[in-house]
């Protein structure tokens, strides 16, 4: 499922407010400076606008636009919610805001590319959590969580890897088994340092 407009149409449905597939691709081109927004999608049941199915993929491109996610609603997964070992890929060098949740099942990766901000913000109609249960790497650019905000789960097999240049901002709070941190970590002033929910004997500093 490719898409290259704005998701914006209040969609509703039980699963998959939005876009129910397995695999999905957002290219956020063109010329014009306006967000990529996708908001005001429901799902009674998970995935307020997309819902992955098992080994499926999510792939958001930030290439001339920001794209947000706001205001879509479910019991779980407000903006994202993966099946059983589906993929994240974040790229680009404009932005990717989460102002809903991103949650899965179980394995899968999260990995942010390119030099845009990826950041998970205050979210409402839903916990701040972003239950993401398996392997994120940062490659490059910025991961930014705010306060109050969680991503990613301390379960097992679960890691977070910060590669060299690249940034980990905030005041909220990163769930892994294993967090490696080979770029750069900045808290916020004034909103709490950000924490980690490992085992800080797996935490590695490279």
Do not use: C, P
Request: charged share 10%.
């Amino acid at each position: 499922f490719l898409l290259g407009l704005l998701v914006n149409g209040r969609n509703s449905a039980v699963d998959g407010g939005a876009i129910y597939a397995k695999n999905t691709t957002i290219n956020a081109d063109g010329t014009t400076t306006s967000d990529f927004a996708v908001s005001s999608n429901a799902a009674t049941g998970k995935g307020g606008a997309i819902y992955a199915t098992t080994g499926g993929s999510v792939a958001l491109n930030a290439n001339n636009r920001n794209i947000s996610f706001s205001g879509n609603t479910a019991t779980s997964g407000s903006a994202i919610y993966l099946e059983d070992n589906s993929t994240v890929t974040i790229s680009g060098n404009k932005n990717v805001y989460f102002y809903d949740t991103v949650v899965n099942t179980l394995g899968g990766t999260f990995t942010k590319n390119g030099t845009g901000v990826l950041m998970f913000a205050n979210q409402t109609g839903e916990t701040n959590n972003n239950a993401f249960t398996g392997n994120t790497s940062v490659n490059g650019g910025q991961f930014r969580v705010v306060k109050d905000v969680i991503f990613g789960v301390n379960a097992a097999s679960t890691s977070y890897t910060l590669a060299n240049g690249a940034w980990l901002t905030g005041g909220g709070t990163i769930g892994a088994a294993s967090t490696t941190l080979a770029g750069n970590v900045s808290a916020d002033n004034n909103t709490g340092l950000l924490t980690e929910t490992t085992d800080h004997t797996n935490i590695n500093i490279a």
